[in-house]
């Protein structure tokens, strides 16, 4: 009787998959599957493939200017990863706390994130413009000297990523928010009870609680960063003299503009490893878990 | 006796009713927004009311998407049966087999309108492939305020209008250190690296395509010289490394005297508050024409496996109506380039459009090769890299010369 329920079970929870897994299959895994497929072939879209076999990663590997993207990438990454994951901890703390209109500041810091990334972008290009931008006016009360921020192959990809950080910052402040919310007010009590100060609450209760809430937050910025395309796009334009070019910028100029669709899966494949890697990570990581409250 | 007559005239009139209410429906597919959208909507409506035998259906795609969808248009066998292509990218899909010849179906006294320098490049392998509705050559504006207040100005107090490239460094060079602003603007992408290099090289006396070798080859020599140019107007900041929006925006406000943009921007600076400007053909180097860079819009017939000969002829006709009528698409800056549209009075009753109109005989186009899309690009990157001080002019020159030989067939 058992047996025949559980068969059943499974029977009704993959009818409850198929809507989802039919289009998962037909939308992911396919296209996933021909991209690996068609990076062993030369092929411009409009004729037949033709099978070459590992040239376009022996070709990719020869390239300067996919070691640079790759570079580019992962300075991006280096860039905003510790800014969004450490400050959307701190200020998600303190939107915890018992401030003044702190329904106004979590709202505030959210919005950003819900604007487009054409709107965040074209509106941070403005704000870094030399002449014109708000950025140089107010660093020119310091007594700066004008920067020309996303011309300057030093400030270019900085300035990408700061705007990057004010729009992304609330997601992970949600993320933190609702972590640091399951807590038990119980555990802080004892604590003070016990003499901690809030600094020791913070160190002791409050980060390792969360443990599994960082690792989730570091794993997904690290992904989310790696496959910056947009702002740079649109901010910089790859420049200038393609100091800011990224892997998925380089993806896509040679696939849909030079049409050089076998030489971009192939790249492509080389980028899903690296991301492979980071999700393999996350789920090592995320497996250790141990906490309960 | 008297019914069977009625029935018959009824039938006859029936049936020449079905024949001229013939109606051959066609798809267009446009990349213009704005004025040019205008402009491109209202030839859709006059012609489909002058034409009721063809219906025009018109679908606007935004610019920045419009390759892409006329790239999955063309590949899933649906694309429009008229369509916009520029002339520069044409041998990149040309060469792909997606453009239908239509020499067939248009007379030859049409054709021999054209300019010279535009209709050729509408071929590829002999073939007519498409058909261009005008060109948009590298065109030079003066800002006329900051010229006056800088002081430039000749004895009758016309602003100082350069005619050769030194004296375009030269004033520029005093319009910085007499008001602090800049000399000249350009956008650092296509006008830089692509346009404003093919401009300085032709007037050099280079040429790209090699017709011996029937391939590009570019002299390391003369793009070291255009390369010396470039450099020379971006030294001491005379010329602000910058995009297309930025160098516009200091153009407009006052903040720099020159500036090299294409003729497109005549649909937007006439209107501009508080813009005194003028506009004219490039400078020169001394002794040659003032060759310049020019990109035009064509009209072109996607191959599709439903394609008939009445759509294509439907579609033909279309064409050739806008491109008779381009005195209207003038209005967005563009040059007409047909010689009698060109002459025309309704052209010419524009506005400040004798000032530059010679720029159209002298607009050097890009070369009929494969490749082009990747190696513009690369013109980009290489220029930019020279004025951002990464790329001496020879190092520049030579990764020219090596990209060319590596990307274009």
């Known amino acids: 009787m058992i047996v025949t329920n559980k068969k059943r079970n499974n029977t009704l929870a993959y009818l409850f998959f198929l809507p989802f897994g039919l289009f998962f299959v037909l939308f992911k895994i396919y296209p996933f599957i021909r991209s ?23 070709t990719l590997f020869g390239t300067d200017k996919f070691w640079e993207a790759l570079w580019h990438t992962l300075y991006f990454t280096i860039l905003t990863v510790p800014p969004l994951v450490i400050l959307g901890f701190l200020i998600a703390i303190l939107l915890n706390s018992k401030i003044k209109f702190v329904g106004f500041f979590r709202a505030g810091f959210y919005i950003p994130y819900i604007l487009s990334i054409t ?30 921020w996303l011309n300057d192959p030093s400030y270019a ?7 990057t950080i004010w729009w992304t910052l609330g997601f992970n402040i949600i993320l933190y928010l609702s972590a640091i919310q399951q807590i038990p007010d119980s555990y802080y009590e004892a604590a003070t009870l016990d003499g901690a100060n809030s600094w020791q609450r913070l160190i002791h209760i409050t980060v390792p609680l969360i443990k599994s809430t960082h690792v989730l937050v570091i794993i997904l910025q690290i992904i989310y960063s790696l496959q910056i395309f947009g702002q740079v796009y649109i901010m910089t334009g790859g420049g200038p003299g393609g100091t800011t070019r990224t892997l998925v910028q380089y993806i896509y100029e040679n696939g849909f503009k030079y049409f050089k669709m076998g030489y971009a899966q192939a790249n492509a494949a080389i980028f899903f490893l690296i991301m492979l890697g980071v999700a393999i990570a996350q789920v090592k990581l995320m497996s250790k878990r141990g906490e309960g409250y | 006796m008297k019914k069977f007559v009625v029935l018959f005239v009824i039938l006859s009139v029936m049936f020449l009713g079905t024949l001229s209410a013939k109606n051959v429906e066609i798809t267009f597919w446009t990349l213009f927004s704005g004025g040019e959208g ?121 602003p100082k209008v350069p005619q050769t490239w030194d004296e375009y460094i030269a004033w520029g060079q005093d319009v910085q250190s007499a008001t602090g602003d800049y000399g000249a603007s350009i956008d650092k992408f296509g006008m830089l690296g692509e346009r404003w290099f093919i401009a300085l090289y032709n007037q050099l006396g280079g040429s790209f395509y090699n017709e011996e070798a029937g391939k590009v080859i570019i002299d390391p020599d003369l793009a070291e010289e255009v390369y010396e140019i470039i450099n ?77 000969k009445d759509k294509l002829e439907a579609a033909v006709t279309f064409a050739k109506w806008v491109v008779e009528h381009s005195y209207e698409w003038a209005n967005a800056g563009h040059l007409p380039v047909l010689t009698d549209v060109l002459e025309s009075e309704e052209f010419l009753a524009l506005p400040m459009r004798e000032d530059y109109l010679d720029a159209a005989a002298n607009a050097v186009l890009a070369p009929s090769v ?39 067939q």
């Open chain 1, 119 to 148: 709107v965040i972008s074209l509106m941070w290009k403005l704000m870094f413009n030399e002449t014109f931008g708000i950025v140089n006016k107010i660093t020119s009360i310091f007594g700066i000297e004008s920067i020309n």
């Open chain 2, 38 to 158: 205008h402009i491109m909507t209202q030839f859709v409506e006059d012609f489909n009311a002058a034409h009721p035998e063809i219906t025009v259906k018109a679908q606007k795609i935004d610019w920045l998407e419009y390759y892409n969808k006329l790239l999955t248009g063309l590949i899933s066998g649906q694309p429009p049966d008229v369509a916009i292509m520029h002339l520069s990218v044409l041998p990149d899909y040309a060469s792909k087999g997606v453009l239908t010849p239509v020499k067939d179906y248009v007379p030859k006294a049409f054709l021999d309108e054209y300019l010279p320098n535009i209709i050729e490049r509408a071929h590829y392998d002999g073939e007519l492939v498409a058909l261009p509705l005008d060109t948009h050559p590298l065109v030079f504006y003066y800002n006329k305020k900051v010229l006056e207040s800088a002081g430039l100005v000749d004895a009758n107090g016309n």
């Open chain 1, 36 to 58: 690996l497929y068609l990076g062993f072939f030369k092929w411009d879209i409009f004729g037949s493939p033709e099978f070459i076999g590992l040239e376009n990663f022996y």
């Open chain 2, 232 to 308: 020379v107007s971006f030294a001491g900041e005379m010329t602000p490394v910058t995009d297309y929006d930025g160098g516009e925006a200091l153009f407009i406000n006052d903040k720099a005297a020159y500036h090299l943009n294409g003729v497109w921007a005549m649909a937007v600076y006439p209107d501009t508050e508080g813009l005194d400007f003028g506009v004219t053909q490039v400078p020169a180097i001394e002794g040659s024409k003032p060759y310049t860079w020019g990109d035009s819009h064509s009209i072109i017939f996607p191959r599709s496996p439903n394609q008939s």
């Open chain 1, 157 to 163: 990809m900085p300035a990408v990523a700061f705007a």
């Open chain 2, 370 to 408: 494969i490749g082009w899309l990747e190696f513009r690009e690369e013109m980009w990157e290489i220029c930019q890299k020279l004025v951002i001080g990464e790329f001496t002019e020879e190092e520049a020159a030579q990764e020219l010369v090596n990209k060319a030989n590596s990307i274009l």
